[in-house]
Every structure is written in structure tokens, then in C-alpha cells.
């Protein structure tokens, strides 16, 4: 099973290694009041998914801070002396 993990992995990397070397052509990317930013294709493409990425993960902390506001809250309902940390758990998996 990790051989064939590992082989995705190695396939997905080589994939997108292909992406970029074939879009290594530069673009202009036209900003307001007639700013100019001249970048390869790959790049103007990372800085879009990075961006993109950063903008969900921050939109999506208020409500991870909410549930987790309320998952302590019932903890602390049910047992009084219970730790306001769960245990990690046991059990490790190798994700992809």
C-alpha cells in the first residue's frame, strides 16, 4: 500500500513538474493605474492558487473557532474534570 501511495505521489509531482515547463511563456498581468507585471504563466498560476488558498483557509477560521468554541463547552457540560484537550489519537494514518 505505501508503494502504491508513493507512486502517486511521484506521479502527481511529475505531472505538475510537466505543467510547469510547458507554460514557462511570459505574461503581463494588467493591474490598476496602468501597472504592468510581466511573470511566467507558472508563477502568475502558483500566486493565484496560493492566494486563493490563503483567502479560504482565512475565511474558514471563524467558523473552526466557533465549533470548536462549542465542542469545549460541551466537554466541560458533560464532565467537569475532564482535560480541555482530547488525547491525540492512536492510530496514525499515512495520508496522501
Known amino acids: 500500500m505505501r508503494l502504491l501511495t508513493w507512486l502517486v505521489r511521484a506521479f ?3 505531472t505538475l513538474f510537466a505543467f510547469a515547463l510547458n507554460n514557462l511563456q511570459d505574461v503581463t ?3 490598476f493605474f496602468g501597472h504592468q507585471w510581466q511573470s511566467p504563466l507558472v508563477i502568475v498560476v502558483l500566486a493565484a492558487f496560493g492566494l ?3 483567502f479560504g483557509i482565512l475565511a474558514m477560521v471563524p ?3 466557533r465549533h470548536r468554541r462549542r465542542a469545549r463547552q460541551q466537554v466541560s457540560a458533560v464532565s467537569p474534570d475532564a482535560p480541555a484537550t482530547p488525547s491525540p489519537p492512536s492510530v496514525i494514518r499515512d495520508g496522501l
Open 12 to 14: 502527481l509531482f511529475f
Open 29 to 31: 498581468v494588467h493591474w
Open 52 to 54: 486563493g488558498a490563503a
Open 63 to 65: 467558523a473552526w473557532w
